[in-house]
């Protein structure tokens, strides 16, 4: 299928362009034509500024069912798992499809084209297989889908409630027994063309130090990306030094998790010498702003973690807020309250942390550019809002980083296909009843 787009203004390279020609056949830019006095004829014209599709690069799609019922408890990230144990302890392959599927709509209604799904719910409640082993697998994949966005299944060992201890009630859902059991049921996933298939590694107080090898070899022989929770909280570090007497990131550096195929997700808690050590590495740093807030994690070092040589990524991991602009901006704003000194990335930067950078951590290398033989996957934001209206549209980079919101989404294009237009999702009717059933699914019993 060949479709011709017409950009008002566009990212193209690292500046905004008007009067932006895209040209796509067979779901890829096969032209790209700036400074176009009008649009060609038959030309579907894209209003605002259009940037490359934005990539949540961590997501764990049955959270959003806690949004606006968990925020204002009070207590640390321990006691909102309890609360999110009993959402997960309600879901089965019916139910999660119909959740994710709306998680999914309203991702693609803030302009994200492709989602890293950071997926553990494995099993029936007690542990028990599915007759289908990669039942709740193949559902996200479905549900992404029917949603009209990409996915990257990050299919994730989860073995033990703490460094050698078996895991709980709830968490007897997530595990596979061992690494190797976990990897004999991961290799029967199959990608589609919309889906590919990674490994993850909840983190290293879920999965013993005797395993990380089965797992990052399993990811390696098959170049598929390795994500991992990395020191989101201080108590996951003081039990990580009691147990093997160092970081958890010095223990994945020396059971040789690093790399760049690998990302650590929050890295919240470091030393000087963990961020070396994923710098170095070339480790990308999956920042969750929104989500490290709600959880009173703490304010990780970006700025430190970027300038020692990790890419970022940015993800709406918990849902709290699903909006990638917000993301990029917190990160810039978090460490101006960490150091109060404001300017510590330009906004071209974060844009490529949410583009670019976030597809290749998802392993979507030839996504995240607005180029001739990129995917054809992009999003348009308003740039006559309340929010983003002022601003000349020179200064783009700017206003999609610190102007814009989720609710300034126009359209977006996966795969040269229409996926939202004027806001409104083409393929799943009316999105906030779809939310609001699937989540009241979700949450009965």
Known sequence: ???????????????????????????????????????????????????????????????????????????????????????????????????ARAVYAEMALAGITCVGEFHYLHHAPGGVPYADPNAMGEVLIEAAAQAGIRITLLDTCYLSSGFGAAPNEHQLRFSDGDAESWAARASTLKGREHARVG?????????????????????????????????????????????????????????????PRTSAVHATHLTDEDVRMLGESSTTVCMCPTTERDLADGIGSAAALAHAGSPLSLGSDSHAVIDLFEEARAVELNERLRI???????????????TEDGHASLGW??????????????????????????????????????????????????????????????????????????????CRG
């Open 340 to 354: 109060r000194r404001r300017g510590h990335w330009t906004a071209a930067q974060l844009l490529r942390a949410a």
């Open 199 to 259: 490994a993850a590694i909840h983190s290293v107080r879920a999965v013993p130090a005797s395993q990380l090898a089965t797992i990052t070899r399993w990811a390696g022989d098959r170049d598929a990306p390795l994500h991992i929770h990395l020191s989101e909280q201080t108590a996951e570090n003081e039990a990580c030094l009691e147990a093997y007497g160092c970081t958890p990131t010095r223990l994945l550096e020396d059971h040789g998790v690093l790399g």
């Open 1 to 99: 299928m060949r479709v011709t787009y017409f950009a008002e203004h566009a990212w193209v390279g690292a500046a905004v362009e008007s009067g932006v020609v895209i040209e796509v056949a067979d779901g890829r830019v096969t032209t790209v034509r700036k400074g176009v006095a009008a649009p060609p004829p038959g030309a579907v014209v894209l209003r605002g500024l259009t940037v490359p599709g934005l990539a949540n690069a961590h997501s764990h799609a049955f959270h959003r069912a806690l949004r606006g019922t968990a925020q204002g408890r009070s207590g640390t990230f321990w006691t909102w798992r309890e609360i999110m144990y009993g959402v997960a302890s309600r879901l089965d392959p019916e139910g999660y499809l119909a959740l």
């Open 365 to 442: 290398n030839e996504a995240g550019r607005l180029e001739p033989g990129a995917l054809a996957d992009f999003t348009t934001i308003a740039l006559d809002s309340v929010r983003t209206a002022g601003p000349p549209p020179g200064l783009g980079a700017e206003i999609a980083i610190f102007a814009a919101s989720a609710a300034d989404v126009r359209h977006v294009v996966v795969g040269g296909r229409t996926i939202v237009r004027d806001g409104i999702h083409q393929l799943v009717e009316n999105v906030p009843a779809a939310l609001a059933d699937a989540i009241a699914q979700a």
